[in-house]
């Protein structure tokens, strides 16, 4: 009797979260908080999801995310004609590993097929105006970008040619930009790579403490890492073994 893959799961935020902290990343598989998302966070949060589809009643938004929304939602109308939205996508990326995606826009605009990501930030992104390829915001060149470009297999391919572009929707309190990143050859590897480390790291249980100015306000997994007293209430535990599809482990 043939013996079962075991398949190793990544996403865009757990690799992110891996490279900013694998200590955060080891806690995020098995613990989940229970205080509610700061102010910004969760305007974002109900900002995505009206542009999902969600209803306003529903979602019940702040009065500034939904002058997020409606920024977004004139820029958008103007630009792109839009394919499909909250797209997921689960694929083998090596031999062992299978990338998990969830795309929030398939669009085309003049210039062809082009992916679509919401950001809804408190300040404008920052912008190096000039570098081998041109002006470039690096928040648009991180693994997110390389993640989505990443080509899925025929079966999961809603365009002929899977893009070689992704547009990041950015928008704050009074702005709002389109950051591009078009695909590099290299991006493929550095996924794989990327991968590769972390699941060699969880195999062996590498996960150091980056300690750093992070911690204090950005790391929902702070406590229970600095041992604050009584951090147990604050989370509860949960199964999101990465050798399974991740669990939504943040919110109800």
């Not at 297999?153 to 893009?163: G, Q, T």
């Amino acid at each position: 009797m043939t013996k079962r893959k075991k398949w190793f799961y990544v996403s865009t935020s757990q690799l992110s979260q891996y490279y900013q902290c694998p200590a955060r990343y080891a806690f995020s598989r098995r613990y989940r908080g229970l205080a509610p998302d700061p102010w910004w966070l969760q305007d974002g949060n109900d900002s995505h999801a009206i542009m999902a589809g969600e209803d306003v009643e529903v979602v019940q938004p702040s009065a500034r995310a939904l002058r997020l929304v409606e920024s977004a939602k004139g820029l958008v109308a103007a630009r792109y004609d839009i394919l499909g939205t909250e797209v997921e996508q689960v694929f083998p990326i090596t031999p062992v590993i299978k990338l998990q995606r969830k795309i929030d826009v398939l669009a085309k605009d003049d210039k062809g097929p082009v992916l679509l990501d919401y950001k809804f930030v408190g300040r404008p992104w920052n912008v190096i105006p000039k570098t081998g390829y041109g002006r470039m915001a690096p928040k648009a060149s991180g693994i997110q970008s390389k993640c989505y470009l990443y080509p899925p297999p025929d079966r999961l391919n809603h365009f002929k040619i899977w893009p070689s572009r992704i547009h990041f929707i950015v928008a704050d309190d009074d702005n709002i930009n389109v950051h591009e990143y078009i695909s590099r050859p290299g991006d493929r590897k550095t996924v794989q790579d990327a991968s590769r480390a972390v699941k060699a790291a969880w195999d062996k249980q590498w996960m150091p403490k980056m300690e750093g100015f992070l911690c204090h306000a950005y790391c929902d997994k702070r406590a229970v890492c600095f041992e604050e007293p009584e951090w147990q209430e604050e989370y509860e535990e949960v199964k999101n073994d990465p050798y399974r599809l991740d669990v939504r482990y943040r919110g109800r």
